[in-house]
């Protein structure tokens, strides 16, 4: 392992065990796959990762004014990968389809007639997006294993490649960018990868309830209460993140299930998770028929519910309302 610039370099093993270790607040659902275009391989010399690492997050910040890197991660052509934003924030990958999401981007063009993609980066794809998985409970199919393909581009809308599309991950990227390649070709590599870990998956454990967080930065404590000192190993849960809530005392929330990590109740909304049941739910700018389309999201897609009026459902701190009857809460 190396850092640089706020960077760590690791091996896919190595990234394996700094994963299991490592504690996020933000509730993840989704794995997201891109490729980066540009950077491609005739920009890798096999040792400049981290020069390449800079010029993406250089280009993310100054060209299109990102506070960060876009992407959580970089997998590159030897098969190395290297953090990039941190996992408690939402990247800036897919527009409209970034909440709860870890985002990977892999180095290369993989359009048709691109790069060849090495059998080492290959390999990597498959486990490190079995490690993030694993570690988030993620399941293998193509509701939750996306691919920036199957957004639209302006509105965030799943289309599935139909229309006002980028190709990205690439129509060369595991036998192509459609769901069903992916079904074909990318989740069975996956789930081999998953069962080469001979651990069990670990259960997740009993959540009392879910809450989302509303200040821009929520300290994490060591305990309920200010007079608690901030934990040192992780950063705070930022405006928008979902956090799991084990134990609740005195308007404090304990948010992991295993450690002392503490924030407090009054800067969070408690928010409910549901599953969409229609093909394509309409997304309006508030409760009722009358208001203005302003996307949709498809079935399978999770979403929460921050509030509920006359059968309509907020499901984001913005105004975002889909009606109840197309939920399974
Ligand atoms: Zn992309």
Redesign the pocket.
């Known amino acids: 392992m190396e850092t640089k610039h706020g960077f760590t370099k690791m091996s896919a093993i190595e990234f394996d065990k700094w994963l299991q270790k490592l504690k996020v607040a933000r509730t993840v659902l989704y794995l997201?796959q891109?490729?980066t275009y540009i950077p491609s391989y005739e920009h890798f010399n096999g040792s400049n990762h981290f020069k390449v690492q800079l010029g993406m997050k250089d280009h993310h910040v100054n060209e299109n004014g990102w506070s960060d890197i876009g992407q959580h991660f970089s997998i590159f052509p030897d098969g190395t990968v290297l953090t990039g934003r941190s996992l408690e924030r939402t990247p800036a990958?897919?527009y409209g389809k970034n909440s709860h999401s870890i985002c990977i981007?892999n180095v290369g063009n993989f359009d048709k007639n691109g790069d060849d993609m090495t059998t080492e980066q290959r390999q990597a794809i498959f486990d490190i997006s079995a490690s993030i998985c694993r570690r988030f409970s993620i399941p293998v199919n193509t509701e939750r294993i996306v691919y920036?393909h199957w957004f639209n581009l302006s509105t965030g809308e799943r289309n599935n490649g139909s229309g006002g599309n980028?190709s990205?991950?690439g129509t060369n990227f595991f036998g192509g960018n459609k769901v069903e390649d992916c079904k074909k070709h990318f989740l069975p590599g996956l789930r081999k990868a998953l069962k080469q870990n001979p651990d069990p998956i670990p259960e997740a454990p009993a959540v009392n309830r879910h809450v989302s967080v509303r200040a821009s930065v929520l300290n994490i404590r060591k305990g309920a209460g200010t007079g608690f000192d901030r934990v040192q190993d992780r950063a705070g849960a930022i405006r928008g993140a979902i956090l799991r809530v084990y134990r609740e005392k005195n308007g404090w929330l304990k948010i992991s299930s295993n450690k002392n990590h503490w924030v407090a109740g009054n800067y969070t909304d408690t928010v409910s998770p549901a599953t969409v049941k229609a093909t394509k739910l309409n997304v309006r700018s508030g409760p009722s028929m009358h208001y203005r389309k302003i996307g949709s999201v498809t079935k399978g897609e999770a979403v929460f519910i921050y509030e509920e009026i006359d059968g309509w459902c907020r499901i984001g701190h913005e105004e975002r309302w889909v009606s109840k009857a197309y939920l399974k809460v």
Do not use: Y
């Open positions: 997201q891109h490729h990958c897919i981007e920036h980028k990205c991950p």
